[in-house]
């Protein structure tokens, strides 16, 4: 086996992902390091056609719906990857065992699936603002021509409408957006009544970037509209980074080595060793290469340089939004259809910018109910089953689902702490604290109610506010800091880790502050500019 | 323990949709209780027993539970039927939206009004099952 490469990439998720494809683009020699699960079982079980058809059909529909030991019967709602449906279980699979995570206060979900989170990502793309890009601590030039890159690799669909500063913004070679359903559309013309009333107060509505193809891509087709999003990647309309992976695999000069859990590295002679223990046999291993370049997710990194830096800071900052979600009724919608060909994605999404400055600003993606099954909903209800069911099946056309997002800062009260523990699989296990403070929880509990006053006027009464776990938004930044002064810890302008030669952070870590928006889109767009910029040696 | 199992379902089923349980839907009960295993305390067994003698003391019980402790064992059970019976295309005309109708406005009310009635009276089986528990 090859051990000596020009980079070495630890992790295949949307930063990794996207680093990678740039490098080997460029013709260097490139190895991913990863642990690289998939999901061998569900997919082979879904069949390829719409939802509605599939419930009515499928008599095998409880093994993926449900999952084969049912763990798709979530009764713990707190419980770290209950979001996520039994064929997307895998990107959770044996992260407590291999890289347990303990907090009382903070619930963070890792991957050691091949492509990441990127594998349940809701597909949502926004650009960040100049002010919000300034905060983060990346450069508003160098990230927009990053973002164009990506965009035009990875197919993204939106429309050009008000909420294109906020989403999108000038980039090119966006497709058309998918056909919106009937739902959302009834929201859409309330706003454009109550528009201008609505903007005065920094509130706009507009059609979500997507990275769902409208029209095909080589190898991807459109989607089908078939409401399976949350199930099955059909098509590969909807892009996810082991797509990406899957491509790179048939380059030669790049190698995918599955089953490695990176421990650290250290630089020697010009080189970065970096230390992996292998998951299937337990063994230490050294790889060799000219440049390092970690994505294994803030969490992932965190832990990868504090063991290399020998525990000199064992504790560090941690960034996450906060997130909520409020289940509307939305009355014009009672006793309408659901169309039977829909996407399962977010289409509408809602800013609130109070300040009018595209900054702090509050985002509200806005969904449908139907293919996450009624008997989530029924739960969520305060009546007996029975009574629930009959209710919903007649409210749930008129259900519309607001995931409220919040933008994030640091704070003392928000960090994670590597402790040593010979009992686990690397020797230590991360703990974290996270609490808002009383400011914080002021200011976000006012932005709800002020999100679900609009929701009112557009038409969708809001049931109830349902806050999540903090560390259940999947967002997480800012264990490093942007800083050129090459210390621990901190990662220069170009993405190089403070004090190594040639090791690289392309994942969230240096992010000083986390825009409500969805930070994929920007994750993938500063790996490509890291890797850009380790390949000019910067 | 199949048996009681069988039973239970067939009982849980009858409750939520008002129809009978066939015998794939019973098997895959049976296979999610093994699996699952929710254990019932002393409180929630003699709760659970209750529930099983008729379908509306199991309406009753289940809409006083949903207020006053939503995430008891007893309800978890009912809530895994309901999802095996979701999931299945015997009974998928259960949970599809419904379209409108005449009766939509006064369906949708006198559900509510019965919900709440049920709710009541549930309360009520819940505080003298607890008097005897003590």
Redesign the interface.
Same mark, same amino acid.
């Given at each position: 086996m090859q051990l000596n490469y020009d980079y070495i990439v630890v992790g295949s998720g949307a930063s990794g992902a996207i680093a990678a494809k740039k490098l080997v683009d460029e013709g260097v020699n490139v190895a991913v390091l990863d642990i690289g699960l998939k999901d061998e079982y569900y997919h082979n079980l879904i069949p390829n056609d719409d939802f509605?058809t599939i419930?009515?059909?499928?008599?095998q529909?409880?093994v993926y719906? %449900?999952g084969k030991?049912?763990e798709?019967?979530s009764?713990d709602s707190n419980r770290v990857g209950s979001q996520l449906t039994p064929p997307r279980n895998f990107l959770n699979k044996f992260a407590d065992k291999l890289m347990p995570f303990g907090s009382e206060t903070f619930h963070p979900l890792e991957s050691l699936a091949r492509g990441g989170l990127g594998g349940g990502w809701g597909l949502g793309c926004f650009t960040f603002s100049k002010p919000e890009l300034e905060a983060v601590g990346l450069n508003e030039k160098e990230m927009l021509s990053a973002y164009q890159s990506v965009v035009s690799y990875i197919g993204v669909s939106g429309a050009n409408d008000d909420a294109t500063p906020y989403s999108l913004g000038d980039l090119k070679d966006i497709q058309n957006p998918p056909n919106i359903e009937e739902n959302l559309k009834g929201i859409q013309q309330s706003y454009e009544k109550h528009k201008k009333n609505l903007n005065k107060k920094g509130v706009f509505v507009g059609r979500s970037g997507l990275a769902l193809l409208t029209k095909d891509k080589p190898g991807r087709l459109a989607t089908k509209y078939r409401d399976m999003g949350f199930w099955s990647d059909t098509n590969k309309s909807a892009y996810r980074s082991w797509i990406t992976v899957d491509e790179l695999s048939s380059k030669p000069n790049f190698s995918y080595h599955e089953k490695c859990m990176v421990l650290r590295f250290y630089e020697k002679d010009n080189s970065v060793k970096v230390v992996v223990k292998r998951t299937d046999t337990n063994e230490l291993q050294v790889f060799s290469c000219k440049k390092l370049i970690l994505a294994a997710g803030v969490l992932g990194t965190s832990r990868i340089a504090i063991r290399s830096f020998d525990y000199k800071k064992n504790k560090l900052p941690i960034l996450s939004n906060p997130y909520s979600y409020v289940p509307c009724l939305q009355w014009r919608r009672?006793?309408?259809?659901?169309e039977q060909h829909k996407i399962s994605f977010s289409q509408l999404t809602l800013y609130l910018d109070e300040n009018r400055n595209n900054f702090d600003v509050g985002v509200a993606s806005l969904f449908s109910y139907?293919s996450l %099954?009624?008997?989530k909903l029924?739960?969520e209800?305060?009546?007996?089953?029975?009574?629930?069911?009959? %209710?919903m099946?007649?409210?749930?056309?008129s259900f519309t689902i607001a995931g409220i997002h919040h933008p994030e800062r640091r704070s003392p009260n928000k960090f994670i702490q590597l402790e040593k523990d010979s009992n686990s699989f690397t020797g230590d296990v991360l703990k974290g604290s996270y609490e808002l403070s009383e400011d914080e929880l002021k200011t976000n509990s006012d932005r709800e109610r002020k999100i679900c006053q609009v929701l009112k006027k557009l038409g969708c009464f809001p049931l109830k506010t349902i806050p999540t776990p903090y560390g259940a938004s999947i967002h997480y930044g800012g264990s490093m800091s942007f800083d050129d002064s090459g210390e621990f810890f901190t990662i220069s302008k170009s993405g190089k880790l403070g004090g190594t030669k040639n090791v690289y952070v392309a994942d969230s870590s240096g992010f000083g502050y986390l825009p409500a928006k969805g930070v994929t889109l920007t994750l993938m767009a500063n790996a490509y500019r890291v890797a850009k910029k380790s390949l000019k040696n910067e | 323990m199949i048996a009681d199992y069988n039973e239970e379902a067939k009982k849980i089923t009858w409750?939520?949709?008002s129809a009978p349980l066939q015998d794939e839907e019973a098997l895959?009960y049976v296979?999610?209780m093994s699996?699952?295993k929710i254990e019932l305390n002393h409180y929630e067994s003699i709760l659970f027993s209750n529930m099983l003698e008729n379908k509306w003391r199991m309406?009753?019980i289940?809409?006083a539970l949903?207020?006053k402790d939503?995430?008891n064992n007893v309800?978890?059970k009912?809530?895994?039927m309901?999802?095996?019976l979701?999931?299945?295309?015997n009974y998928?005309k259960?949970?599809?939206?419904?379209?409108?109708?005449v009766f939509?406005y006064f369906?949708?009310i006198s559900?509510?009004f019965?919900?709440v009635i049920?709710?009541i009276l549930?309360l009520i089986i819940l505080y003298k099952i607890k008097k005897k528990c003590n």
């Open positions: 509605e419930r009515k059909k499928d008599k529909q409880y719906f %449900l030991d049912y798709g019967i009764w009672l006793g309408k259809k659901i139907r %099954l009624l008997f029924i739960k209800s305060p009546m007996n089953f029975a009574d629930s069911r009959i %209710l099946q007649f409210l749930q056309s | 409750y939520l949709i895959r296979e999610a699996l699952l309406a009753s289940d809409a949903a207020l939503p995430n309800r978890r009912l809530f895994v309901l999802a095996i979701e999931a299945s295309p998928t259960y949970f599809l939206a419904r379209d409108f109708s939509y369906r949708l559900i509510s019965r919900s049920r709710a549930g």
